[in-house]
């Protein structure tokens, strides 16, 4: 059998893999600084401070040992069969490196909030590698998430990226590859934090990438639907070397379970201008039947004649279907009538989208209508239910009747509600308009290269989640904050209670990299680390956007336009807190001396609202939204505790014993949802380490 077993294996071994094939190039990794070493970390050399000569050392080492006085420390890194030791004399000159296939113990540590929203949920703004944010999430709101909204790098050579810590260039020939690898990793994590019966995930891409991303999400996504939409956002476009000029971007709309784009009323500049729906006017459809399945053949109930009386013009009787063997007498009709048979201009024979039967009930009911005369010929249109609900509930209003017995209908005093085309041609959705120069005006100080149109991420998240006032979205490639400004803008214009979750790492840019490196500053020095895209630019958007106030503390000037008009220095009734991600040792965590930075992300998994429990001096703490015991003596007062708080939802029980765990957990109320801490934050990252192994 163990024969048999290595030959199917070797068979099935050697064929070849279908869908898209790309190389890995695992381990992936990322660089820590400001994270101090620990014994057995792995680590990097850095060059000496200024030097911009100095080759950059990509070997990984693993500390084995530090000097007696901790200043200077011994490394060591398998070769082969062999093993190489090297001598650090500064620590300092060591960062830390994390390799995606290594547990991380995430924590999170406040670094500032605003407060205009009073008992709001809070939004959040996390500064980290979005890889382990995202595993940090996992614990928090695994399958909870209702959307996600991406911009990722474009991959345009022009270093707007990295992978292992290098700018990913032109002329790089695994460009592509690590692109996928990149982005696969972390759609495989975004999987498992939306909710499967009804989420979305939205992905921008320009044509660069779009061919590999549609692939990429097929294959991630086997259970979902996707759709591409093309999006004009610079209508003067950007220009293209011995090509044409670029002023649209594409928009992935993946939809899991029920999800669907939400129907609601839309201008006219979201719809075609031949659309009779759109002028406010009811909709009549033609009867015949037109494109597939509009041959007499394809239903032969659908073949029979419509008598017309001249004099309405109406509807005089309604025939019987003709057998499928017979040919039709087009002169044979009653007195004075005309005869309407399902047959083309080119004389070939159709069929009528309504059986006989269904069209006599829908005349009764005067919802059948003739067009046209004696001289042009008949057409019979009917109104398709859809038209008949909106005379039901008020949409149109009947304001008299045909002589044919059809309706005389108002137009409508709001628009009819659809969903639009995957043509998108919205003047709001200007980049250079309401991206690049909105932003300027937020941030007179500060630069952005191509910001997304506020109005144009607003819209995309409106057709998702406008039905869901308080739905969770996420975007882990943040940049300049757009996604959450614009869910604040959502809430603003149906007082909902949405909330965001914004990742971004406090990566400088590469000119601006250059200057700092040769002023002797390196990444975790605090005079570098002010220039990082989340300290510089996301974070003071997010708090200029609620405060109404620029970063230079002064009121924003202008208005928001478009769906809801007022001035920016109005600002938002919204909170927000501000983290930075941290790596915590596992046993710190499960001895709970960690309990301070693993607190926030207690509270982001009880929903980010009201007051946190940052210790618990007295060995239990309920607060809003959630409660916390480490001191199971206090069981009774904490169980009354959280029954007195029908708000508290949730409950994290500090214990290394199954019997005590689940004896607090039978005592709280059924409706409460219980987390054993700190079993389960442990084996959350252990099992992610697992995955991404593989």
């Not at 009538?337 to 083309?344: E, F, K, L, M, T």
């Not at 005379?391 to 149109?396: E, F």
């Not at 002589?403 to 041609?425: E, L, Y």
């Amino acid at each position: 059998m163990a024969d048999a077993i290595s030959k199917e294996f070797d068979v099935l071994s050697q064929r070849r893999a279908f869908g898209l094939n790309f190389e890995r190039h695992t381990p992936e990794a990322v660089e820590l600084p400001g994270r101090r070493a620990r014994r057995g970390d792995k680590v990097r050399v850095l060059p000496p401070r200024g030097d911009l000569k100095a080759k950059t050392d990509d070997r990984v080492w693993v500390v084995d040992e530090f000097s007696d006085n901790r200043s200077g420390a011994r490394l060591v890194r398998e070769t082969g069969t062999s093993v190489e030791y090297a001598k650090v004399d500064d620590i300092d000159d060591l960062v830390v490196v994390a390799e995606f296939r290594d547990p991380i113990y995430p924590g999170l540590v406040s670094t500032g909030k605003v407060e205009r929203g009073g008992d709001k949920p809070y939004h959040s703004v996390i500064n980290a590698e979005n890889y382990h944010a995202l595993q940090a999430l996992l614990f928090t709101h695994r399958g909870k998430v209702d959307a996600i909204y991406i911009d990722p790098p474009y991959n345009t050579g022009a270093k707007d990226w990295k992978y292992n810590n290098d700018y990913v260039e032109g002329d790089d020939m695994y460009r592509h590859s690590k692109w996928l690898a990149f982005m696969e990793r972390r759609l495989l994590l975004a999987k498992e934090l939306l909710n499967p019966d009804d989420s979305v995930l939205v992905v921008t891409i320009d044509e660069k990438e779009y061919l590999r991303l549609g692939m990429l999400l097929e294959q991630v996504f086997p259970e979902s639907r996707i759709q591409m939409v093309s999006s004009l956002i610079n209508p003067a476009s950007m220009p293209r070397q011995s090509m044409f000029g670029r002023s649209d971007e594409y928009l992935f709309f993946v939809f899991l379970g029920k999800a669907a784009p939400v129907r609601m009323p839309l201008d006219e500049e979201w719809v075609s201008s031949k659309g009779r729906t759109f002028t406010g006017e009811i909709r009549w459809d033609l009867v015949m039947q037109s494109g597939p399945g509009s041959q007499r053949e394809d239903s032969p109930n659908g073949f029979y004649p419509v008598y017309i009386d001249p004099d309405g013009p109406k509807v005089a009787a309604v025939g019987a279907p003709l057998p499928k063997d017979e040919n039709p007498d087009l002169s044979d009709a009653p007195g004075g009538c005309v005869a309407v048979w399902p047959i083309r201009k080119n004389g070939s024979q159709g069929r009528w989208r309504l059986g006989s039967e269904t069209l006599k009930e829908r005349l009764a009911n005067g919802h059948v209508r003739i067009g046209g005369n004696t001289t042009r010929g008949f057409t019979v249109y009917y109104l398709p239910p859809a038209e008949v609900r909106k005379l039901a509930d008020g949409t149109y209003a009947v304001e008299g009747y045909r002589r044919d017995g059809s309706p005389i209908t108002s137009k409508a005093a709001t628009k009819p509600s659809s969903v639009p085309t995957t043509q998108w041609r919205i003047a709001s959705h200007d980049a250079t308009q309401y991206g690049s120069r909105l932003l300027s005006v937020m941030m007179p100080d500060r630069k952005f290269p191509f910001p997304k149109s506020l109005y144009a991420v607003e819209d995309a998240l409106r057709f998702v989640i406008t039905n869901k006032p308080n739905a969770l979205v996420i975007d882990f490639f943040s940049g300049s904050g757009t996604t959450a400004h614009a869910v604040m803008r959502l809430n603003k214009q149906d007082d909902g209670r949405r909330r965001s979750i914004s990742i971004t790492n406090n990566e400088v840019g590469a000119d601006e990299q250059k200057k700092l490196r040769a002023a002797g500053l390196r990444p975790g020095d605090p005079e570098w680390e002010k220039w990082g895209i989340c300290d510089y630019i996301t974070k003071p958007r997010v708090e200029a956007a609620i405060t109404g106030k620029t970063s230079n503390g002064d009121p924003i000037k202008g208005d928001y336009k478009f769906t809801d008009e007022f001035p920016m220095a109005d600002g938002f009734e919204e909170n927000v807190e501000f983290f930075t991600l941290t790596y915590e040792s596992p046993m710190r965590v499960g001895s709970h001396r960690a309990f301070a930075r693993i607190a926030p992300l207690l509270w982001l998994h009880a929903g980010s609202r009201g007051r946190r429990i940052d210790e618990l001096p007295n060995g239990w703490d309920v607060a809003d939204s959630y409660g916390v015991i480490d001191d199971l003596d206090q069981t009774d007062a904490f169980v009354a505790a959280m029954a007195a708080n029908p708000e508290a939802k949730v409950a994290f029980i500090v214990t290394d014993e199954d019997r005590f765990f689940e004896a607090v957990s039978k005592a709280l109320p059924d409706d409460v949802e219980t987390v054993r801490l700190y079993d389960a934050y442990l084996r959350t990252f252990e099992i992610d380490a697992m995955r991404g192994e593989r």
